[in-house]
């Protein structure tokens, strides 16, 4: 719930004990301490330094707060994958038709994804804020404003119900008007989030859950427009091992400490940040050979490949070099564009005749 200028903080109305005593700026973004950080803006205080490194910008509204709980930058880049599996599908640019609705489909079902899992993980990324995960880490791709609004109190729960109900209605229509099948492929994406959200303190390997749902989202985008073929088979593995190799597990490395701190189970956190390092360079090699085997014409291969040099080799040897949280970070800002790359080759191949 984002407070009105003016007014005391609250979470919902309670405070922190239950009554109706307002939270203090730190309760309110979820900070230990009684002093928000400097330049914190709150309930419209402009005396703050915007730029103070971690302070979450609470006081730009409603719909940043919205962008920030379905992670808007990177929802944004995520339909980069069924548009990838629609214009492999064809060898060609999708029907108007299907880019009109396909198009709203797609941005909704990205947008509900990522606001279900805040909205499943909302109490374990309470805990982990009050441990002391970042509140706005740097450079941080999945960050525009403040990290999980809803476990800060800064949307309320109805208003996420709501929102992710909302999408979830629009993605399903249009998935429905292309193809039934496509509606599946979707449905099979949430349901694979919600085991996964489920598996979070359970076992690592919930990491291969995580690959499985984004290459559904890229055989969604394929069956809107085309048959089902074997070659379709290349772009969902190719999604998975990316989503794998060059999200999950570094993003992971990057939240060690926070993940830790709450019983999250995951490759970093079992095993250590070495281990994590080479599973993620290792399944991002796999990544780059799926591409190789794509059905693009050569020049959108070898432009492909080149492209994954930058967004996940040179990554990967540097953090193999130093297995860090920061370099994980650096390795997934990097790692989060290769989708859209490698629709960039593919459109740059039809270009150049076709594929």
Known sequence: MLERPGRPATVNGVGPTGDERPLDAAHQVGL????????????????????????????????????????????????????????????????????????????????????????????????????????????????????????????????????????????????????PLSLLFFAAAVATQFVYCALRAVTHWKTVLSGVMVGFGGLAGWVAVAPLRWSALTVFVFLACWEVGGRNIVNDLSDLEGDGSVGIRTIASVYGEAVAARAAAAVAVACLVAAALLPMPPVAVALALALGVWSLAWPAVEL??????????????????????VLLAALVGLALGGL
């Open 320 to 341: 193999l070099r130093r297995p860090t949280p920061a370099q994980a970070a650096s390795f997934f800002n990097h790692g989060s564009l290769y989708p859209d790359l």
């Open 32 to 179: 230990p301490g009684g002093v928000p950080p400097r330049g914190l803006l709150l309930r419209g205080d402009s005396t703050g330094d915007a730029h103070h490194k971690g302070a979450p910008r609470v006081g730009l509204g409603l719909p940043a707060a919205i962008f920030d709980f379905s992670r808007g930058k990177q929802a944004l880049l995520t339909v980069a994958q069924p548009a990838l599996g629609a214009v492999l599908a064809l060898g060609s640019l999708p029907a108007w038709r299907a880019i009109a609705i396909g198009l709203p489909a797609a941005c909704a079902a990205s947008f509900a994804l990522y606001a279900l899992n805040d909205l499943l993980d909302r109490k374990v990324d309470a805990r982990s804020l009050s441990a002391g995960k970042s509140a706005v880490p740097h450079h941080d791709i999945d960050t525009t404003f403040m990290r999980h609004p809803l476990a800060r109190g800064v949307l309320s729960l109805r208003v996420s119900v709501a929102w992710v109900a909302g999408l979830a209605a629009v993605a399903v229509v249009g998935t429905a008007l292309l193809n």
